[in-house]
């Protein structure tokens, strides 16, 4: 039997993103008789540490660039990851995220060390370059054009992903594989499932959404609806995650004199349990590259209501059976649909149900062997 492969996955940290978590769970469940998994990290420290696997090293590959800029020490970070691979001889190199993905590229380009690159793509480039401002369009439109097309393999987490890339660089077209992000891990065993059956006279419906606070997430969309839903049912929310948006959002929370009913406590590291006790999950993004918390959500057995948003979870949700979706930036559609559920146990035990079976498509032992299958092909 040959020796086990070496894949070193790379990442600017270890922390707070659904690309991150996806990687810790591929490399926590790769077969190790096959694949021996390690760590390249930017910035080291990350909350997602701690959840690898005690086998699998870490390496800051940054350690000597102090500056303060996330994109200077990413850029710097080329030759020292370069450095890292003649050093550790990794097989195959696997990131994530659209710049590491670059920078996995030139690094082992540089190396001269053969190793095979898989770059995952875990957004619409499209969408997210031209979001984030016309100097990161003017950069990293073109790089993407440029260097992902010189990688191994190319895997996209969606359909729609696929479809944004492919069109953005058609180099790419029949190269890519479509391979939904790993959602679910050991910690989801421990989470009591199940909707509670009916609620007493009065209790409040309790709401639970999550994810970064930035505009991607729309949560000003959220929080509009809020008061349209109170209109008809009694209502708490309790939005998880932390970002730059927390004063605008507590800002607009004061503005509809919703304090004591919408509630922000931060990040939480294992949300499950409180997703499993709330009456519903909402997702309000205007754009996801697949939407993992939705399926994490739906793996408490909760139901969920999520934006019809691109891309994911049109590819996730069976409207009407595992979940309910609804327009992007529409909070009247959003409260209708919260609504529907707050008055009809029966279908949000339903939902709660069917989403729960859906999610396990997701687990991390059927996404990992999808990538052994492309490690080994590579």
């Known amino acids: ?52 696997s005690p086998d699998i090293p870490v390496h800051a590959v940054s350690e000597l660039v102090k500056l303060k800029s996330s994109t200077v020490r990413k850029a710097l970070s080329v030759p020292s990851l ?25 690094a082992t380009k540089l190396s001269f060390s053969g190793a095979k690159t898989v770059l995952t793509v875990q957004a619409p480039p499209s969408i997210v370059h031209k979001l984030t401002g ?26 729609g992903v696929d479809r944004d890339l492919t069109t953005l660089v058609p180099k790419l077209r029949n190269r890519t594989k479509v391979i939904y992000n790993a959602c679910l ?35 000003e969309y ?23 948006l927390r004063p605008k959002l507590e800002a607009r929370i004061r503005e509809l004199g919703l304090q004591g009913i919408v509630t922000m406590p931060g990040f939480v590291e294992n949300p499950f349990q409180l997703m499993a006790k709330a009456d519903a999950f909402v997702l309000s993004s205007v754009f996801e590259g697949l939407g993992m918390v939705l399926v994490e959500a739906m793996a408490c057995g909760t139901a969920v209501i999520s934006t ?16 309910l979706l609804v327009p992007v930036r529409d909070p009247s559609a959003m409260a209708d649909a919260v609504v529907r559920i707050a008055r009809d146990d029966d279908l949000r035990v339903q939902l709660g149900k069917a989403a729960k079976v859906r999610s396990g498509d997701f687990s991390s032992v059927i996404v990992t062997r999808q990538y052994e299958d492309i490690f080994d092909a590579v």
Do not use: W
């Open 1 to 52: 039997m040959s020796d086990p492969r070496r894949v070193l996955f790379f990442l600017s940290r270890l922390d707070g993103g659904g690309a991150e978590m996806h990687l810790v769970r591929v490399a926590n469940a790769l077969d190790r008789a096959r694949f021996l998994p390690e760590f390249a990290v930017v910035f080291p420290g990350g909350t997602y540490e701690k959840l690898l």
């Open 82 to 106: 370069a450095a890292l691979i003649r050093r550790r001889k990794p097989d195959i190199i696997c990131s994530g995220n659209d710049d590491t993905n670059i920078a996995a590229v030139l």
């Open 134 to 159: 016309r100097v990161a369009k003017g950069v990293m439109l073109p790089l993407i054009k440029a260097v992902f097309p010189q990688a191994t393999q190319v895997v996209s987490i969606s359909k």
């Open 185 to 219: 891990d050991a910690r989801m065993d421990t989470i009591e499932v199940g909707p509670t059956p009916s609620r007493r006279e009065g209790e409040p419906f309790k709401l639970i959404a999550c994810g970064r606070l930035v505009d991607q997430k729309g949560f």
């Open 222 to 244: 959220l929080l509009d609806a809020v008061p349209l839903i109170r209109a008809q049912v009694p209502l708490t929310l309790t939005i998880l995650g932390e970002g730059p």
């Open 308 to 323: 019809r948003c691109p891309y994911g979870p049109e590819e996730i949700v069976d409207d009407g059976k595992s979940g």
